[in-house]
Structure formats: C-alpha cells, structure tokens
C-alpha cells in the first residue's frame, strides 16, 4: 500500500511561482511513473506532467515552459515545480503513482489559486 501526501499548494498572482511536493510512503519498487494531474471546477481532470522511472519527462502543451516536474528518489517526494502561473492554472493538483502491474494511488489534491 502506497500513501501519496501533496502539500505547497496556495493562493499566488498571476506571474508567481509555487512548489509542489508529494510524499510517497510505503514502498514504490516496480512503478512505472509518477505524475501530476489538475482539476479545475467544472472541467475534467487534466494529465500535467508526469516522470518515469527512467527518467523521462512528459509535459501537456498547456504548461510546457512553465512547469518541471522533478524526483528525489532518496526521499520518495516529488515536486511540481510552476513558474509564470496564469489565472487558469487555478486547480486542486494530485499526484499519482502507477506500477508496472497495474496499481495506481493517488494523493488527496492541494488547492492552487491564481489569482489576476
């Protein structure tokens, strides 16, 4: 059983930054990838960014530039770093983690707001 914990969410101007960060407990040996996924009211949850075991980053064309998605592996945490937050990036962020067998957990969600 894995436990993911956001945390770093906030209320920021348009123009800001925040960090993110989700916690991982428990073991994650075997996953696939971790990502970062937003859901603004009334609209679907959005892919963001995710991160493979190997490395390799993805980005969705909305916050390309803008937003890195990085590791620590000796701390089991990810982090979402956003830069140059626009109004609608506003969102509850999640964080995820999928194994290579199938599992997938998610965190609780942390509210960002942009404000303009």
């Known amino acids: 059983q894995v436990q993911l914990v956001e945390s770093g969410g906030g209320l920021v101007q348009a123009g800001g930054s925040l960090r993110l960060s989700c916690a991982a407990s428990?073991?994650?040996?075997?996953?696939?990838?971790m990502g970062w996924s937003r859901q603004a009211p009334g609209k679907q949850r959005e892919l963001v960014a995710t991160?493979?075991?190997?490395?390799?980053?993805n980005y969705a064309d909305s916050v390309k530039g803008r937003f890195a998605i990085s590791r620590d592996s000796a701390k089991n945490t990810m982090y979402l770093q956003m830069n140059s937050l626009k109004p609608e990036d506003t969102a509850v962020y999640y964080c995820?983690?999928?194994?290579?067998?199938?599992?997938?957990?998610w965190g609780q969600g942390t509210q960002v707001t942009v404000s303009s």
């Open positions: 995820q983690i999928k194994f290579t067998w199938g599992d997938e957990y």
């Open positions: 428990g073991s994650i040996f075997g996953f696939n990838y």
């Open positions: 991160i493979t075991r190997g490395g390799n980053l």
